[in-house]
């Protein structure tokens, strides 16, 4: 599998699939302080005809952590009801950081792979369902993953560091931390607003913002993966 196999060499991942349902047991559950961390972790996706179950289970812990996932329905009314978040996610999604994560292939380069000693080197050819294939190797590929904490607390900031997951561990081996600072806060700023940007500067066409924004200086922090 591409990139697994890379972090994670000496370790096996079971896979189950009947029906529309999915489970995946690891036992790595991350990379810290040069040591591999391990567990038991499962991840189950259940599908059903309104939707879906996504489910985490901490075997160790004996914790299982679930979200239910809604198919869009056609009445407006009960579109909108299906979109109402409860008050508990709401909570947890101001209390969590927000993560993005996309394949940078941007740089990538491929090269035939070679076989053989050195001074007899040939171009690698495999066997597969009967056709006989040319081999070759991707490099210059970085799996990036962003995270944003400007909104959380300082006791949340704490406790998203100590709680990652198995993926943000070790697929985030390479880490840089970066703040965005605007304007110096003015007299008129508030927590959401600490440029005081007036609404006729911000709906003005012709105003030049420069580096001021609406809302709190960006703090974000980026992991890559190569």
Request: aromatic fraction near 8%.
């Amino acid at each position: 599998v591409p990139l697994v196999s890379k972090v994670c060499p000496s370790d096996v991942y079971r896979v189950w699939k009947r029906g529309e349902s999915l489970r995946v047991d690891t036992t790595l559950l991350g990379f810290e302080h040069m040591t591999w961390q391990r567990g038991r972790r499962s991840y189950i996706f259940k599908g059903e005809d309104e939707g879906a179950v996504v489910m985490e289970v901490d075997h160790d812990k004996r914790v299982v952590y679930t979200e239910t996932l809604a198919l869009a329905l056609h009445e407006p009314d009960l579109l909108l009801a299906a979109m109402q978040p409860s008050e508990e996610h709401v909570a947890g999604r101001l209390t969590s950081p927000i993560v993005s994560t996309h394949l940078d292939t941007r740089n990538i380069a491929f090269e035939r792979n070679k076989s053989g000693i050195w001074g007899w080197r040939s171009e690698k050819m495999e066997v597969v369902s009967g056709y006989e294939a040319k081999v070759y190797s991707a490099s210059n590929v970085e799996l990036v993953t962003k995270t944003r904490t400007e909104h959380l607390s300082d006791q949340d900031k704490s406790r998203s560091k100590g709680s990652k997951t198995p993926f943000h561990s070790f697929l985030g081996i390479a880490q840089q931390h970066g703040t965005h600072n605007g304007a110096p806060v003015l007299q008129a700023a508030s927590p959401t607003n600490p440029t005081a940007i007036t609404p006729e500067e911000y709906f003005d066409p012709h105003f030049d913002l420069e580096t001021r924004n609406i809302g709190r200086p960006i703090e974000m922090s980026s992991k890559v993966q190569r």
